[in-house]
């Protein structure tokens, strides 16, 4: 049985939605990792 190309088209939206959703997520925590990472390459940069 082939589900309808309906569901299909909606369940790939649904899919990319979540990944959007995801995808923004890790974007906010690896911001607050980005902004520890740029002061610790700042310390590095100044010990060279």
């Given amino acids: 049985m ?7 088209k909606f369940s790939k939206g649904k899919i990319v939605l979540m990944l ?3 995808r923004n997520h890790f974007q906010k925590s690896s911001r607050r990792k980005g902004t520890t990472d740029a002061n ?9």
Avoid: D, F, V
């Fill in 2 to 8: 082939k589900p309808p190309t309906k569901w299909i």
């Fill in 20 to 22: 959007i959703e995801l």
């Fill in 40 to 48: 610790y390459r700042e310390k590095e940069n100044r010990e060279k």
